[in-house]
């Protein structure tokens, strides 16, 4: 017989798939009826920044969390793959709050201009987060 898996683990599995999914879905508004996903910020942050870093980070650790679910050498760093998402996020907002043009006049109104997949995002890491804690 298989080995048994708990809700919870699957739990941290559609946590980590919200976010690779939200990631690629419109995340933000933009001016003329646009909307960007987390590559777009990837494309278009110039020279790095923090609207980039967190955009790779969040990306980096959806991913990883998910092969965290399959690979069984991977299963202790669950946690540690939903917090990158997690300070990858920190990191987004941040970089929308102090960076210029654009990012700052989306980060203004961030909320008034966020689509479904910031949604998604930031439901798939609190789900990340819980199903990695329960045991």
Do not use: W
Not at 15 to 20: E, K, S, T, Y
């Amino acid at each position: 017989m298989g080995k048994k898996v708990s809700l919870m683990s699957y739990l941290y599995l559609v946590g980590m798939a919200l976010v690779a999914v939200g990631f690629c879905c419109p995340m933000v508004k933009g001016i003329f009826g646009s909307s960007a996903n987390g590559f777009d910020f990837i494309r278009n942050a110039k020279e790095g920044g923090f609207v980039c870093i967190g955009s790779i980070l969040i990306f980096a650790g959806a991913v990883a969390g998910i092969l965290a679910f399959f690979v069984p050498q991977l299963k202790g760093l669950k946690l540690i793959f939903a917090l990158v998402a997690l300070a990858g996020a920190i990191v987004l907002v941040i970089g929308f709050m102090t960076s210029g043009g654009i990012y700052k006049a989306i980060g203004k109104h961030f909320l008034k201009n966020a689509l479904i997949g910031l949604y998604m995002v930031v439901a798939g890491i609190v789900l990340g987060i819980i199903g990695a804690l329960q045991k």
